[in-house]
């Protein structure tokens, strides 16, 4: 789960990280509050949204020498007449895609004297078990061209969730960013509160971007990313309430309530498979035969007539979809449930796409028998490939 600048600055506030100070604003009228808050001389207005670039983003509807989505202003007056042109409008950036996103809040923040930029990133390195460190003395947002360009300029080190961060990881840190004396003690302080922060909120991403040392030489994190472990999110009910669903796709929230592992994507044909690894090996198939796939769908092992119902109901309400390719293999999940699933899901939605159905395993063939007898128009596929073939050529004829 993801959440908003504002809000994960807040949340590192917990844990004793120096924040500049600044307030959410929903409405121009809020933005104008906020800034008659902080007192200026310097206000930072910032699109908050769940992506990268918005400084460089360009908003739908303004000329191109409009500013992006973060606008340094010297006035309460700037403040109004950015926050009024800013929200309610679609902000475009390099990690949202040709869609973007709407800005439906701001963050009004007071200015910071940079003197210089870094970037710092703590995540879960799943190959070592342990929390690995990105430090670079490229911050900015740049940082993509850096790690493209110059990836010596990028230093990683692993923390054992065992020990914990000690005096050394400290030291390496100050040492991968340049920073000596206070800096370096400043430094080895943030770095210890940030590790506690990521444990104690079960996070799988806290990424700092940028850090800066201010004209006082002083430590501080301008901007922040959090990403949280969904699964652990049941020991945080305060983190759950900062969940917004506004930036999410609505597909993805309608699987989660049953439960059901699903990624929306740019593609046309719609997947639903029992099994993450059948499913990938899907997706990689409809991408052979030429075609992209709409969505990764992990129906799950013990999948029942309702949850299959309700995966086809999400795939074919998708107007991208131009045609659906159902691959089950029964293991501990029958195809004659998963079939009958399918059937009871297409007569309370309607099929105006081809689909092709392709059943392996544990009552394969009384499936096979369930979907013949349904009366629908359905491709039957001997196996993967086959399956893979026959919708992307039914697909193709009928564009």
Same mark, same amino acid.
């Given at each position: 789960?993801?959440?908003?600048?504002?809000?994960?600055?807040?949340?590192?506030?917990?844990?004793?990280?120096?924040?500049?100070?600044?307030?959410?604003?929903?409405?121009?009228?809020?933005?104008?509050?906020?800034? %008659?808050?902080?007192?200026?001389?310097?206000?930072?207005?910032?699109?908050?949204?769940?992506?990268?670039?918005?400084?460089?983003?360009?908003?739908?509807?303004?000329?191109?020498?409009?500013?992006?989505?973060?606008?340094?202003?010297?006035?309460?007056?700037?403040?109004?007449?950015?926050?009024?042109?800013?929200?309610?409008?679609?902000?475009?950036?390099?990690?949202?895609?040709?869609?973007? +996103?709407?800005?439906?809040?701001?963050?009004?923040?007071?200015?910071?004297?940079?003197?210089?930029?870094?970037?710092?990133?703590?995540?879960?390195?799943?190959?070592?078990?342990?929390?690995?460190?990105?430090?670079?003395?490229? $911050? $900015?947002?740049?940082?993509?061209?850096?790690?493209?360009?110059?990836?010596? +300029?990028?230093?990683?080190?692993?923390? /054992?969730?065992?020990?914990?961060?000690?005096?050394?990881?400290? !030291?390496? &840190?100050?040492?991968?960013?340049?920073?000596?004396?206070?800096?370096?003690?400043?430094?080895?302080?943030?770095?210890?509160?940030?590790?506690?922060? @990521?444990?104690?909120?079960?996070?799988?991403?806290? %990424?700092?971007?940028?850090?800066?040392?201010?004209? /006082?030489?002083?430590?501080?994190?301008?901007?922040?990313?959090?990403?949280?472990?969904?699964?652990?999110?049941?020991?945080?009910?305060?983190?759950?309430?900062?969940?917004?669903?506004?930036?999410?796709?609505?597909?993805?929230?309608?699987?989660?309530? @049953?439960?059901?592992?699903?990624?929306?994507?740019?593609? %046309?044909?719609?997947?639903?498979?029992?099994?993450?690894?059948? #499913?990938? #090996?899907?997706?990689?198939?409809?991408? !052979?035969?030429?075609?992209?796939?709409?969505?990764?769908?992990?129906?799950?092992?013990?999948?029942?007539? #309702?949850?299959?119902?309700? #995966?086809?109901?999400?795939?074919?309400?998708?107007?991208?979809?131009?045609?659906? &390719?159902?691959?089950?293999? $029964?293991?501990?999940?029958?195809?004659?449930?998963?079939?009958?699933?399918?059937?009871?899901?297409?007569?309370?939605?309607?099929?105006?796409?081809?689909?092709?159905?392709?059943?392996?395993?544990?009552?394969? %063939?009384?499936?096979?028998?369930?979907?013949?007898?349904?009366?629908?128009?359905?491709?039957?596929?001997?196996?993967?490939?086959?399956?893979?073939?026959?919708?992307?050529?039914?697909?193709?004829?009928?564009?």
């Amino acid at each position: 789960m993801n959440i908003h600048e504002h809000q994960a600055k807040a949340v590192l506030a917990e844990y004793g990280v120096t924040v500049p100070r600044g307030y959410p604003a929903f409405t121009v009228e809020e933005a104008v509050q906020a800034a %008659e808050k902080l007192g200026g001389p310097v206000f930072v207005v910032k699109s908050q949204i769940h992506a990268g670039g918005r400084g460089k983003g360009r908003f739908e509807g303004l000329g191109p020498e409009a500013k992006g989505g973060v606008r340094v202003v010297k006035s309460v007056d700037e403040v109004k007449a950015n926050a009024a042109e800013m929200l309610g409008r679609v902000l475009v950036t390099h990690q949202t895609g040709a869609k973007g +996103k709407q800005v439906n809040r701001l963050y009004i923040e007071e200015g910071a004297n940079i003197a210089k930029e870094f970037y710092l990133s703590l995540l879960v390195d799943r190959e070592t078990s342990r929390v690995s460190v990105v430090a670079s003395t490229e $911050g $900015g947002m740049n940082i993509e061209d850096v790690a493209h360009d110059t990836p010596e +300029k990028i230093a990683t080190f692993d923390i /054992d969730p065992a020990t914990g961060v000690w005096p050394h990881h400290g !030291l390496k &840190l100050a040492s991968a960013l340049g920073l000596k004396g206070d800096l370096a003690k400043q430094a080895r302080t943030l770095l210890g509160q940030l590790y506690a922060a @990521f444990l104690g909120k079960d996070m799988s991403l806290l %990424e700092i971007n940028p850090l800066i040392v201010t004209g /006082d030489d002083q430590l501080r994190v301008l901007d922040a990313k959090v990403s949280f472990d969904s699964n652990a999110l049941y020991r945080h009910p305060d983190i759950r309430e900062l969940r917004d669903e506004t930036e999410e796709d609505a597909k993805e929230i309608e699987a989660a309530k @049953f439960d059901l592992s699903y990624i929306a994507l740019d593609g %046309e044909i719609g997947c639903m498979v029992n099994g993450a690894g059948l #499913a990938m #090996a899907t997706m990689d198939i409809i991408k !052979l035969y030429g075609a992209e796939p709409e969505n990764f769908l992990d129906v799950g092992g013990g999948a029942d007539e #309702a949850k299959v119902t309700a #995966a086809f109901k999400i795939i074919i309400a998708d107007p991208n979809v131009k045609g659906i &390719l159902v691959n089950i293999f $029964g293991g501990i999940a029958r195809c004659d449930i998963l079939a009958n699933g399918v059937v009871n899901a297409v007569k309370q939605v309607g099929l105006s796409v081809p689909l092709v159905v392709r059943l392996e395993g544990t009552n394969a %063939e009384l499936g096979k028998q369930i979907i013949n007898e349904s009366g629908l128009n359905v491709i039957a596929a001997n196996d993967l490939a086959d399956g893979a073939e026959k919708i992307v050529k039914a697909v193709r004829g009928a564009a």
